[in-house]
C-alpha cells in the first residue's frame, strides 16, 4: 500500500551488485510503487549498486549514494556505512577493488573446500547466480539449494557456510578506521551499521565503541532497523543526540534473499522519516 504522503525513505538496501535479488532498477521501481522519497542502495564492498541507480534516478525518488563495508572486528560483526561520498574517488574505488581481490580469492577457496566435502560445482553457476555482481556466501548457498544438497539458504548456512563449518574461509577485512576514512575520503558520511551485531554487553561497552570510533572519523550511527525494537532505538538515539553524531536508518532489504524484511517497512511497522537525509546533507556540508 503506497504512503499517502512520501514522506519515507529507507537508506539500508541490497542490489544484484551484492547479495541481494532485485537490481537497482527493480529496487527504484519498487520503491517508487512504496511510495518513498528517498533509497539507498548500501550494497557490500561496493558502489556499483549505487552507480547504477544513480544513473537511473527519477523525479520523486532521490537516490543518495551508498555503501556498506565489512571491517574487522569481534566477536560480533561491525558494518560500516558510507552516504553521500564521490562514486568515483580514486582513493575509494583502489581499496574496494583490493576487498574484490580478496573476496576473489576466498571464492576460490570455499569452491575447493566444497569441493572436498563432494559438492563440486562449476565457477560458472556462481556467476551465473551472480548475475555480473559480487560473489559472496549467498551465492554459494543457493547454488547449494540448487543443487538440492540443502533445503534453503539458511541451512546452507547452518551446514556448511557459516563461521566453524566446513566450507567457511573468513573474509579480509579493513579495520574499522580504514574503513571509516575510505569513506571520509571520498566526501562520504561515515555511519556506523546495526548497532546490535557488535554484541556489546551493555550500554556503556557500546558507547566505548561508538567514541573509538568517533575519534576516527564515524559520524553517525544507523538508529532505525527491522530488529531494532522501541527501547533499543530510543537508547542509540540518544547516543547519538548526546555524542552530536546523525542518525540514519533502513531496512537492510536483500530481496527475496531475506523474504521476511520489505523495502521502506521492515517486518511492516518501520518508518524512517526523510528529516534524516536533511542531517545527513548538513553533516556533510560542515565536514568537506
Ligand atoms: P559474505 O560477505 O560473502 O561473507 O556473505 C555475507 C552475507 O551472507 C551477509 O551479508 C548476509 O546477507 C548473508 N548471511 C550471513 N549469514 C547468513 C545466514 N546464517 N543465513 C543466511 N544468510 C546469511
Ligand atoms: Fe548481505
Ligand atoms: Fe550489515
Ligand atoms: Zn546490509
Redesign the pocket.
Known sequence: MPFKYAQYIDLHI?STAS?GSLSPVQIIQAAKQSGLRAIAITD?DTLEGSIEALAFSESFLEIIPGIEI?AQFSPGSMHILGYLMQTDNPSLRQTLRLLQKA?AERNLRIVEKLKNLGLAFHYRELLDLAGGGQI???HF?RALVRKGTVKD??EA??KYL?QGRAAYVS?YRLQPAEAIASIARAGGVPVLAHPCSLQATNEAALEKIVLDLKAVGLQGIEVYYPSHDADTMAIYEHLAHRHGMVMTGGTDY?GA??PDIRLGVGKGDLRIPYRLVEGLKACKAQSH
Open positions: 541490497h547479495d557490500h565489512s573476496r559472496g556466501r549467498p548457498a539458504v539458511d548456512f547452518d557459516k573474509k536483500h534473499a531475506k
